[in-house]
């Protein structure tokens, strides 16, 4: 290795012949904003300095280092031309490329000259062809195509490349400095090209330019998982196979996922991401993003030793890459019914699903399943991915399951075994479902939230106009209504009753207070009396709206929105069946509570939510002590608002709701008892559907003596394994 400071004049061989090419493990230009805004205002600071030289006082020495530029030589060109990889130091070396060229542009009216010798920096006038650049940038998101053009002076090309945005950010830039601040070309130039230098790392060739790249990584430069694992490709491939493999296999593979571009709340690249999941298809797990070089680089060398079967193994990356590219597009798929069923998945963040839909894909390409079992699957999904969108599920567990479940999948029965598996694994029943519809919370800033919610509200207004031969969609992009108003006027208060405030505050956002229109009506409807809102829905273009409020309803409370949710809720599991006959439990799910008792005081109620905020409510406002109360049961009794679903009691106490009716039964029992209050003061009385006479039972709460769940962990009769 030999190490030298030059210049950038000398860099560019100070007008004469030179040529760096980037290898291929080389990523694409990535510098942005804020790299060309630190190399131009060291220029102008350096400006700033330095006074102007004349024939006299030539410019005094002021050296500015940039860093290193590694690179190893590469034989000759046209037989004297010297050629080099550039195995670090692209980006600033392309940066100051094209600020020698912007300045060049600008000041060639009036410093010729200037221009002239600038250019001599930057081709090889002799020579043709790529070799006619000092610089040759990759293939990748066109670079090597926006910079050929730049430096010829022709259009620039419409490319998603970085290098066009830097050059006409610099050009803009240094022309404002000169025809604005009336900088001097002639003392930029000297900056540019003298006062800038690096350090000039020449490798030999028994040095490993993969291996040194590989450790610069190490030493803090900004690579991504997907950079590593370019580099280590290309450090397996001999010289003279690594044109064949990435001109045939992974140039293809960045050119579809490119890591610029995020894969859905991940904040990954889709390279990167199609990595990790890949890697998840083929181990069962799901690797960290940390490891995924890592663990690209065991896998290959223990299982692709041979030349042959690393070719074969990236190969196969292409052709899953393909399956990915897919995944990520629907618009791809060429079947019009599995493409539409792909495309409906798009709000649900799917990713978690992807190592076990590569593997579904893959069998469906090769005939192993049916188009319609494809299809199938992307409706199944839908079913399980809504239902747990709906409850408010956490992704932890899918990011353990979908890994394995192919290998538990019966793929000459395929439609079923997918069914059966998904509904016995975390499913969420109808009557979990129906109660997070009334309590849980559908709207808050995240696009997230919202995008989700604005699915299942368009889904609903598409299930609504079934058997019509079409459906209604706005003319403008759909935005979430709260019909009683973020903000109350004294109007909604009284509308809303004495309990206003507490009503605002459990149901403001939940989904039977929410609904779809344009921004126009949004901002038009706002905080509207409900009479004038109502008018307004009945004659909207969308059924979601026109179907209901058709109807007379004279007032908007907490009743109208829960006759609105259980409306909604229908509608849902009309769209959404379950996969499979709910499990026999303790509490039948076709009971529901109409009447709570406690020491004589009757309330009605609806749902098993409702007996519990009453329950908890009647203690609060009769017991002497209730934070002693509150210390028995601290997983459900806080001063600070739960993360999931609560409720605040009228003494600012929050109470966590998100139970299934049999755990509601066993904290009222413990409320009870912390209470004092025996347990034959408190019943309630249940209404079964299905028995044909529609007669009341009366249940008593669960004695407290009973385990109680562990905390708001605890799930529904679908535990969580």
């Known amino acids: 290795m030999e190490a030298t400071s030059l210049r950038i004049s000398k860099v560019f061989s100070g007008g004469g012949e030179i040529h760096y090419i980037l290898p291929h493990f080389q990523r694409e230009y990535t ?78 009216s009036t410093h010729p000259t200037l221009a002239k010798r600038a250019f001599k920096l930057l081709i090889n006038e002799d020579a043709t062809g790529d070799v006619h650049y000092k610089i040759l940038p990759t293939t990748k998101y066109g670079d090597r195509h926006a ?11 419409d490319v998603d490349s970085g290098i066009s945005k830097a050059y006409l950010y610099l050009h803009r830039e240094l022309d404002k400095k000169i025809n604005e601040k009336g900088y001097d070309p002639e003392k930029l130039f000297i900056v540019f090209t003298n006062s800038f230098q690096v350090v000039f790392i020449d490798l030999n060739h028994n040095e490993s330019p993969y291996k040194i790249f590989e450790s610069l990584n190490a030493k803090g430069k900004p690579l991504s998982q997907a950079d590593l694992v370019r580099n280590y490709i290309a450090m397996k491939l001999p010289a003279a196979g690594q044109e064949h493999i990435f001109a045939h296999y992974w140039s293809e593979i960045e050119t579809m996922l490119q890591e610029k571009r995020l894969v859905g709340r991940s904040g990954f690249g889709e390279l990167t991401a199609f990595l990790r999941h890949y890697l998840s298809m083929k181990s069962g797990v799901l690797i960290s993003v940390a490891h995924v070089y890592a663990r690209f680089r065991d896998r290959i060398e223990r299982d692709f030793a041979s030349a042959s079967a690393f070719e074969a193994e990236i190969e196969r990356l292409l052709y899953f890459a393909r399956i990915y590219n897919t995944l990520l597009r629907p618009e791809h798929e060429p079947r019009a019914e599995i493409r539409e069923a792909m495309q409906r998945l798009a709000p649900l963040e799917l990713s978690t699903a992807y190592p076990f839909l590569l593997l579904v894909a893959d069998a469906y390409i090769k005939g192993t399943i049916s188009a319609e079992d494809y299809k199938n699957c992307w409706t199944i999904l839908e079913n399980y991915l809504v239902r747990r969108y709906i ?49 849980r919370t559908f709207y808050d800033k995240s696009a997230f939230t919202r995008d989700r919610t604005t699915f299942i509200l368009e ?24 019909i009683m108003p973020q903000t109350l006027s004294l109007e909604w208060q009284t509308e809303l009753g004495a309990e206003w405030e507490q009503t605002h505050r459990d149901l403001l956002h939940t ?9 126009e009506w949004n901002s038009g409807l706002s905080n509207s009396p409900f009479a004038d809102k109502q008018q307004k829905f009945a004659t909207h273009a969308l059924r979601l709206n026109s179907e ?20 909604l809720a229908n509608q849902i599991l009309s769209i959404w069946p379950a996969l499979a006959a709910p499990r026999t439990t303790s509490s039948n799910a076709s009971s529901k509570p109409v009447l709570l008792t ?77 209470a004092g209050i025996p347990s034959t003061d408190w019943s309630v009385a249940e209404r079964d559907h299905n028995r044909p006479d529609d007669q009341l039972s009366t249940i008593h709460p669960i004695p407290s003596s009973e385990q109680l769940p562990f905390g708001p962990l605890f799930d529904d009769e679908n535990l969580m394994s």
């Not at 280092?65 to 037989?79: P, Q």
């Not at 050629?83 to 020698?100: E, H, P």
């Open 598 to 674: 406690i020491r004589g005081n009757e309330y009605p109620v609806s749902y098993w939510s409702d007996v519990l905020r009453q329950t908890a409510e009647y203690i609060a406002t009769t017991a002497p002590d209730f934070a002693a109360i509150a210390q028995r049961l601290p997983l459900y009794l806080s001063r600070q608002q739960f993360q999931a679903r609560s409720h605040q009691l009228s003494n600012g106490w929050w109470l966590y709701i998100n139970l299934s009716s049999r755990d509601i039964k066993r904290i009222c029992g413990e409320l009870l008892a912390a």
């Open 511 to 519: 989904l039977g207070n929410l609904t779809l229109v344009t921004q």
């Open 459 to 482: 889904s609903i207004n598409r299930h609504l106009s079934s058997g019509s031969g079409g459906y209604t969609v706005l003319n403008d992009n759909p935005t979430i209504e709260h």
């Open 147 to 157: 910079y050929t053009k730049i430096i010829a002076g022709e259009a620039i090309p």
């Open 391 to 439: 409850t408010g599920e956490p992704s932890n567990f899918l990011n353990n399951f979908f890994p394995t479940l192919w290998s538990q999948i019966d793929p000459a029965n395929f439609t079923a075994s997918l069914r059966v598996i998904l509904a016995e694994r975390n499913y969420l029943g109808d009557a979990r479902v129906k109660q997070a519809i009334f309590d």
């Open 548 to 567: 209901y409020f058709s109807s007379p309803r004279p007032i908007w409370n907490e009743t109208s929105i829960r006759e609105r949710a259980d409306f």
């Open 31 to 108: 510098w942005e904003k804020q790299h060309w805004d630190t190399i131009l205002q060291d220029a102008f600071a350096i400006y700033d300095e330095m006074p102007i030289p004349t024939e006299d006082q030539p410019a005094p020495d002021i050296e500015h280092f940039l860093g290193s530029l590694v690179v190893i030589k590469d034989g000759m060109r046209n037989g004297t031309l010297p050629a080099f990889k550039l195995v670090d130091g692209q980006q600033r070396l392309t940066t100051i490329s094209l600020m020698i060229c912007a300045l060049a542009r600008i000041a060639a």
